[in-house]
């Protein structure tokens, strides 16, 4: 039987760090949006930060207007983002932790200990039409959590299991991998779709595109990366042929 297809999101951040490193107008994010729905990615993640390190409030602002794929608005669960998604209503709400200090997306939410709070702050984004995803662990604990507080998405940190690799670690790699392939199937078994995500690479994507379970891989850092090298559509679209080869 063949897998259902599988949704690529190219997440634009980096390009807007590099932008920002200079102060400059360029490279244009938005510009990189348009490179990756011409590539053959299905959806657009943008990550709006407190301290816009990266993607800044005009972005999005100009990503609505831009693009015709699906915006992914990855932000914390706080009343200004809140509010900011609300008046934009992108496709997709993508609720991670953030702390200040970190470079990148450190874990996955701790929605157990937080799932009150996370269902109030949920329902309004929900009624506003946005597709809600959690960034979280493969932790059952946090994957029950999550249905428990009305998302529908859950986007599972695959960070430890890619940092593994590039370690060199492969006996820790393949536990961390099924704990993982578990996660999926627990989240896929109770009415979640299930999203992976972080630090994927053209090495690492392969086993994951092969789960069938899996509706889509969100992959930014290493395309901006490649893109360097061999250009971005060019490096979305090797990512794509890879994903699908896996897939099939």
């Given at each position: 039987m063949t897998n259902p297809p599988l949704r690529l999101g190219v997440n634009i951040d980096h390009v807007a760090t590099l932008r920002n490193a200079r102060g400059s107008a360029y490279p244009d994010p938005v510009r990189a949006a348009l490179?990756?729905?011409?590539?053959?990615?299905?959806?657009?993640?943008?990550h709006l930060?407190?301290?816009?390190?990266?993607i800044i409030d005009l972005d999005i602002?100009?990503?609505m207007e831009a693009i015709a794929l699906p915006l992914n608005f990855?932000?914390?669960?706080?009343?200004?983002?809140?509010?900011?998604?609300?008046?934009?209503?992108p496709h997709a709400v993508c609720l991670v932790p953030e702390k200040r200090e970190e470079r990148t997306t450190e874990g996955g939410l701790d929605v157990?200990?937080?799932?009150?709070?996370?269902?109030?702050?949920?329902?309004?984004?929900?009624?506003?039409?946005c597709r809600v995803?959690?960034?979280?662990?493969?932790?059952?604990?946090?994957?029950?959590?999550?249905?428990?507080?009305?998302a529908a998405v859950v986007e599972l940190h695959t960070g430890q299991y890619c940092e593994l690799i590039a370690e060199g670690r492969p006996d820790a790699a393949a536990e961390e991998l099924a704990a993982?392939?578990?996660g999926v199937a627990l989240a896929h078994a109770a009415g979640l779709e299930v999203h992976a995500g972080h630090g994927l690479s053209f090495d690492t994507v392969a086993p994951f595109a092969a789960m069938s379970e899996l509706r889509e891989l969100n992959i930014g850092h290493f395309?901006?990366?490649?893109?360097?090298?061999?250009?971005?559509?060019?490096?979305?679209?090797?990512?794509?042929?890879?994903?699908?080869d896996a897939r099939g």
């Open positions: 490179v990756a729905q011409e590539a053959g990615a299905d959806g657009i993640t943008a930060r407190e301290d816009r390190r990266h602002e100009r990503l990855e932000m914390a669960a706080t009343a200004e983002m809140q509010a900011i998604a609300l008046r934009h209503r157990a200990s937080d799932a009150n709070r996370l269902t109030g702050f949920i329902a309004p984004l929900r009624e506003a039409g995803s959690l960034f979280i662990g493969h932790d059952p604990r946090q994957i029950e959590a999550a249905v428990r507080v009305g993982l392939r578990k395309l901006v990366s490649e893109a360097v090298f061999m250009g971005l559509g060019p490096a979305i679209a090797e990512m794509r042929r890879l994903m699908d």
